[in-house]
């Protein structure tokens, strides 16, 4: 299955001080898969936060990203305090689109990200 794979993926690319509450929408495709999520930052530094956790690179998808104050309502779920193992940078990833995602997601937030899922 692609999406739980991009998902996945795109899970692992974001969760990546001085930090002023930002957060950065981010809208991925290709001919196939659409995903929306908006990671909010709690602790990383703004510039490496802009550069690098806002800006995935994914092979063969078109990645359009909006920087706002605050994620936007609507959100199935939401993976609070995400972190990547070896860093110690959180994030609050809101999820939007197809709420049995969630499946999917769920998991990886709690066990990959040592966050915690919030349902909507």
């Known amino acids: 299955m692609r ?3 991009l998902l996945t993926a795109l899970c692992g690319l974001l969760v990546a001080g001085d930090v ?3 957060a950065c929408v981010i809208n991925s495709h290709d ?4 995903v929306k999520l908006c ?4 602790n990383i530094p703004a510039e490496l ?3 690098g956790f806002c800006q995935p690179q994914l092979k063969d998808h078109e990645v359009e990203v909006e920087f ?3 994620c936007p309502d609507g959100a199935f779920g939401v993976c609070r305090n995400a972190q990547v193992s070896n860093m110690p940078y959180r994030q609050d990833i809101h999820y939007y ?5 969630a499946r999917f997601l769920q998991p990886a937030c709690e066990q990959n ?7 909507n």
């Open 3 to 5: 999406l739980p794979f």
């Open 20 to 22: 002023m509450a930002e």
């Open 31 to 34: 001919d196939r898969v659409a």
């Open 39 to 42: 990671q909010a930052n709690i």
């Open 49 to 51: 936060f802009r550069t």
């Open 68 to 70: 706002v104050d605050q």
């Open 97 to 101: 689109g197809i709420a049995s995602d």
């Open 113 to 119: 990200n040592q966050g915690s899922w919030e349902k």
